[in-house]
């Protein structure tokens, strides 16, 4: 079965800061997987995804994520934080061969400080 | 292209209620998909419909919940006899196949009381 973990429910930079959010995912065929981002109040919306070729994906607002499939990881990276990133992420795992059902984690958190 | 639509945006039902929740997905988008998702959590598969056919259900999905998509357009998602744990947000999603990722709407606030 699926699974996604999202290693730090909460995570706190300063404004400029890299942000670093973790996703490690479990898969028994080759996964696609995706970041969301979720303001308050508001649904989710697409950051980036991975679905085959090129392992380092860049996305949105400054965004990329690299999949490492020995370390069965995805994680989420921004070289220099903005106020306006504070928001929820989810990292989310769907199977190749499947119906595209996507599976989410718990979700982190970010909160940027000036 | 207007993005998908849900409604209504809030709801707030005595327990016991039943309430209908609509979704209006991407119009050429074949697949959707409905979600719940509770504070602090991700979200939660409930069902997915490919044009009109429901082809998978989750148990989440209990009788007092029925899902449908006729004609393969809008999708509406019916609670009966509302409960304190049904309050949540429901979030409805379409995509257009394997590895496009979904489009979100904004998602339903039921609050029952």
């Known amino acids: 079965a699926q699974s996604v973990t999202q290693l730090g429910s909460h995570v706190s930079v300063s404004e400029g800061a890299l942000v670093l959010l973790r996703c490690n995912y479990s898969?028994?065929?080759?996964?696609?997987l995706f970041w969301y981002v979720q303001y308050p109040n508001q649904g989710l919306q697409l950051l980036l995804k991975?679905?085959?070729?090129?392992?380092l994906v860049k996305g949105i607002n400054g965004f990329e994520a690299e999949f490492k499939k020995s370390e069965t990881s995805f994680h989420l990276t921004k070289p220099s934080a903005h106020m306006s990133d504070a928001a929820e992420y989810f990292c989310?795992?769907?199977?190749?061969?499947?119906?595209?059902?996507?599976?989410f984690g718990a979700g982190t958190r970010l909160a940027v400080h000036p | 292209d207007t993005g998908v639509s849900q409604d209504p945006r809030h709801k707030i039902t005595k327990r016991g209620q039943n309430v209908t929740f609509r979704c209006d997905p991407i119009?050429?988008?074949?697949?959707l998909y409905w979600y719940r998702q509770t504070l602090g959590q991700g979200p939660e598969f409930l069902t997915y419909?490919?044009?009109?056919?429901?082809?998978?259900k989750s148990r989440l999905l209990s009788d007092r919940f029925s899902a449908e998509r006729p004609k393969g357009s809008f999708s509406t998602l019916e609670i009966q006899r509302t409960e304190q744990g049904d309050s949540a947000m429901y979030l409805c999603?379409?995509?257009?196949?394997?590895?496009?990722?979904?489009?979100f709407g904004s998602g339903t606030r039921l609050t029952v009381v």
């Open positions: 999603a379409s995509s257009s196949g394997q590895g496009f990722g979904y489009t």
């Open positions: 898969s028994s065929v080759p996964p696609y």
């Open positions: 991975y679905t085959t070729g090129a392992t």
């Open positions: 989310a795992v769907t199977e190749s061969g499947g119906y595209n059902k996507l599976i």
């Open positions: 119009s050429e988008h074949n697949r």
């Open positions: 419909f490919q044009n009109e056919a429901q082809l998978e």
